[in-house]
């Protein structure tokens, strides 16, 4: 099975700040990288699929890029609603896994 | 718009079968594929398996042993069978409609595992 590495798994930062989180793939995956974010009580939100590409209606201060086996998530200026827990998933093989999570709190 | 619903029991007792089921609306499930997600209690999400728009399926090998999915397009449901429940599969279960440019969840359902 693919392992995801998801780093940090908590993460504390101030409005307006640069955020960036990272999930690394135990072997190659291409651009099958899609990023979560979830808030308490609900269902995950696509945020990024394919790896650098915004899903619809997902702001722009949101973006995705890879480096070889690493996938980052950058989120540019941040706000105060984009608290929550964000996940990667890969879907290149069977199993689809994700990562661990990164819980983004404001500080 | 699309929607799925998960619906089963709240309540299984070890060693038991759970029984749950994804009703969908609008999509048609030979068109789409819709997998099965948990996520225990404070903890991260696992991908538990998916039914093909051909009806095919594919399982996470660390419960395939337990887990079979089915589904009846007549009635747009699927359906997730998982026996032989232990405590450590108290989780909140969804189902969804995972595209690659566009995803639809359902809201959950909370399964606890308990004598």
């Known amino acids: 099975d693919i392992q995801m590495t998801q780093s940090p798994a908590s993460l504390s930062a101030s409005l307006e700040e640069i955020v960036t989180i990272t999930c690394q793939a135990s072997q190659d995956i291409g651009n099958w990288l899609a990023w979560y974010q979830q808030k308490p009580g609900k269902s995950p939100q696509l945020l990024i699929h394919s790896a650098t590409s915004l899903a619809d209606g997902i702001p722009s201060r949101f973006s995705g890029s890879r480096s070889g086996t690493q996938y980052s998530l950058k989120i540019s200026r941040l706000q105060v609603e984009d608290t929550g827990i964000y996940y990667c998933?890969?879907?290149?093989?069977?199993?689809?896994?994700f990562g661990g999570g990164t819980k983004l709190e404001l500080k | 718009q699309v929607q799925l619903k998960e619906s089963g029991p709240g309540l299984v007792q070890p060693s038991q079968t759970l029984s749950l089921t994804c009703t969908v609306s609008g999509l048609s499930l030979t068109s789409n594929s819709v997998s099965w997600i948990r996520q225990p209690p404070g903890k991260g999400l696992e991908w538990m398996g998916v039914i093909w728009s051909n009806g095919g399926t594919d399982y996470n090998s660390a419960i395939k042993s337990r887990l079979s999915i089915s589904r009846d397009t007549s009635k747009s449901q699927v359906f997730l069978k998982m026996n032989s429940l232990q405590t450590e599969d108290t989780a909140m279960y969804f189902c969804a409609r995972m595209g690659i440019t566009t995803v639809y969840w359902g809201q959950g359902v909370m399964v606890t595992v308990s004598s």
């Open positions: 998933l890969q879907r290149y093989s069977n199993p689809w896994t």
